[in-house]
């Protein structure tokens, strides 16, 4: 069985108000039919406690649709306030997108 997913790859600075377009972005892709949505988030450059508390309000709002959100591709900084907020353990993160493919997609 093959899953739809939709890679987002948002950049700059991932603040409340970016994640909360992104989560609009992400309900979109799921509202259009794919299982799951990618985050690359390669192009971001700093993220802040607000971002990542909208990231958490947009992993609730997949998982209540019986979807799935991945991430991959954390810059130091942002991967930093990952393991800071223990984020790292609810979000189920890949080291880049070739990762992602590897263990999901060919699964």
Partial sequence: MTIEVKTLEPAGIMDGAAAHDLKNQVLDALHQGADGVLLNLTGITFMN???????????????????????????????????????????????????????????
């Fill in 49 to 107: 406690s607000s971002g990542i508390g909208a990231l958490v309000s947009t992993l609730k709002a997949v998982r209540e649709k019986g979807k799935q959100l991945y991430i991959c591709g954390l810059s130091d900084q942002v991967r930093m306030i990952f393991e800071l907020t223990k984020m790292d353990r609810v979000f189920t993160l890949y080291q880049d997108v070739a990762d992602f493919e590897a263990k999901v997609l060919a699964a």
